[in-house]
């Protein structure tokens, strides 16, 4: 009797423990964020790029209202949004805890995958040379390319460890940013870089929006006047 007591306490115990990674991105509202923020960033460099030229918008200090004008009001909207997703839908199924910082070993699982994510940036380098494309602006292209599709890997793995699929959606991320720089190898950096981010950024929120979808159909909320 002794024994199952003690092993269900270290159960619950490790349960708290391990509760405060839940909340890393269980409801998709991290990669939301994301995906708005490279959105917001897109927004900015078309509105901009709309301006008539030599005005006020389009020199020094200009450039900064235009920027914050947009930034600000996304950022207090997605912050606003993400609390309301964690107060009416996470909280209620997994209660709420505050972050622990946790340090773990590395594993093999962990080597396979960097491993998968430097060969996805290398078939995103390649694919792009393979478009004999200029040397000069391309090489800052396929870093930021490669980087961009790495950063989704590296979050969707520390994040969401129980979506597998979501190394699928990088390969995705990965071949759709390479078509497009194959496909458009002129223009200037920035007419180069606004595609890429809305792109980017609707990855980012679909793939937040669908973690979100399944963590509402998998978590059940607790029934009415239970504790």
């Given at each position: ?9 270290k159960a619950?115990v490790?349960?708290y ?12 509202t991290?990669?939301?964020f ?30 900064f209202?235009?920027?914050?004008g ?15 997703i964690?107060?009416?839908?996470t909280?209620?199924r ?11 070993s590395?594993?093999?699982a ?16 390649a ?13 800052q292209?396929?870093?930021w390319?490669?980087m961009a ?10 994040l969401?460890?129980e ?13 759709g ?5 194959i496909?458009r ?6 007419e ?6 809305v792109?980017?950024g609707?990855v ?7 973690t979100?979808y399944?963590?509402?159909r ?10």
């Open positions: 009797m002794t024994e199952q007591e003690s092993g269900v306490t619950q490790a349960d423990l391990r509760r405060h990674k839940r909340y890393d991105n269980i409801d998709g991290g990669e939301m994301f995906g708005a923020m490279y959105l917001a960033f897109a927004l900015d460099s078309y509105v901009s790029a709309a301006l008539p030229q030599g005005t006020f918008y389009q020199k020094g200090l200009g450039q209202v235009v920027m914050y947009i930034l600000i009001p996304v950022f207090c909207l997605v912050a606003w949004g993400s609390k309301a964690k107060r009416h839908i909280w209620p997994t209660g709420y805890v505050a972050p622990l910082k946790v340090t773990r590395s594993s093999i962990r080597m396979v995958f960097v491993a998968a994510l430097a060969a996805a940036a290398a078939g995103v380098f694919m792009v040379r393979w478009g004999r494309l200029p040397n000069g602006a391309m090489l292209r396929i870093a390319l490669a599709v790495a950063c989704y890997a590296v979050a969707a793995h520390w969401s460890k979506h597998p699929w979501k190394f699928f959606v990088a390969l995705f991320m990965a071949a940013l390479a078509a497009y720089a496909a190898p002129d223009g200037s950096n920035a180069f870089f606004r595609p890429v981010m792109f980017t609707m980012w929120m679909a793939s937040g929006g669908a979100l399944l963590y509402i998998r978590t059940a909320p607790p029934a009415a006047g239970s504790e």
